[in-house]
C-alpha cells in the first residue's frame, strides 16, 4: 500500500515543480493568483485555522474508537496471517 501512495506522492511533487517553474517564468507569482481569486493570505489562513479546529476533535473522537477496535483485531489474528494475504 506504501508504495503506489509513495510513487503518487513524487509524480504530484514532481508535477508542481514543473508547474511552478513554467509559471515562474512568465512571471506568475502565488500572491497574483490568490490577489486574482480575490482572497489574501488573512484570509486563506483563517480558512487554514477553521478547518484544523473543525477537524482535530472529530480526528480524535474517531480515534478513541478505531484504534482500540484496530488493537484487537491485531491481537486476536491467527499467527503467521499478513494483512496482504
Do not use: C
Not at 21 to 41: K, P
Not at 47 to 64: D, F, H, V
Amino acid at each position: 500500500m506504501l508504495n503506489p501512495l509513495l510513487r503518487t506522492l513524487v509524480k504530484v511533487v514532481v508535477a508542481s515543480l514543473i508547474v511552478g517553474t513554467v509559471l515562474a517564468h512568465f512571471g506568475i507569482t502565488a500572491e497574483q493568483i490568490i490577489h486574482e481569486l480575490g482572497l489574501s493570505t488573512e484570509r486563506i489562513e483563517d480558512y487554514a485555522r477553521q478547518g484544523i479546529a473543525w477537524a482535530w476533535p472529530n480526528l480524535l473522537l474517531g480515534s478513541m474508537i478505531i484504534v482500540p477496535v484496530w488493537f484487537v483485531v491485531f491481537l486476536f489474528r491467527p499467527p503467521g496471517k499478513r494483512s496482504s494475504d
